[in-house]
């Protein structure tokens, strides 16, 4: 806190004792250990703590803690959150059984390549069948915690229940994919005979 009383850093406690902290004058983010010298690195999922396993028939995984806490507030099914998009694998890998007790896991992370990287690491931990996106649309609403700051909680909550089965960017399972792809202009390839 500054000497004017303006808060200057969010720290986000982590199950294990340790702490990822933002900084609030320039967005930032640093780390420090547990008292116990547990490690951020070995500390699973933000949050998972605050939830039984298989409480809740859903679990949703975000890219950030604000969002984590943005659709907890919306939905109140809950809401973990990775470290960030470099690391999602390996932090949901670490709580990868307390996830698989929920029937269904909803990736929420940010609509832009890392975050679409982040998810595709994610999802392949678990059976596709229970896999589901929230699927943000960019720009200034690129993550849940945009929603809330401009005052579309409601507008979360409809994007958090319209989330399809997550399917690996390589996948065509639309109509509107199949019919581009069968109107495509085959490319030539070497001319017969050889």
Request: glycine share 8%; aromatic share 12%; net charge neutral.
């Amino acid at each position: 806190i500054s000497t004017e009383g303006k808060p200057l850093e969010l720290g986000f406690p982590y199950p294990n004792g340790s702490f990822k902290i933002r900084t609030l004058d320039k967005k930032g983010f640093y780390t420090k250990d547990a008292p116990n010298g547990a490690t951020i690195a070995k500390a699973g999922l933000f949050g998972r703590n605050k939830f039984a396993a298989g409480s809740n028939k859903a679990v949703i995984i975000t890219e950030g803690e604000l969002d984590a806490l943005s659709l907890y507030q919306v939905t109140r099914i809950p809401a973990v959150s990775v470290r960030s998009s470099t690391t999602a694998g390996a932090d949901a890998a670490l709580d990868r059984s307390w996830l698989n007790s929920f029937e269904r896991v909803y990736l929420a992370f940010d609509a832009d390549e890392q975050g679409r990287a982040a998810g595709a690491a994610v999802a392949r931990l678990f059976d596709y069948n229970k896999v589901y996106e929230v699927k943000f649309p960019g720009g200034n609403r690129k993550d849940a915690n945009d929603y809330l700051r401009h005052g579309e909680a409601d507008e979360l909550a409809t994007l958090f229940h319209n989330a399809k089965k997550f399917l690996p960017e390589t996948i065509v399972s639309s109509f509107s994919e199949f019919d581009k792809i069968i109107r495509e202009v085959p490319k030539s390839g070497v001319d017969y005979p050889f």
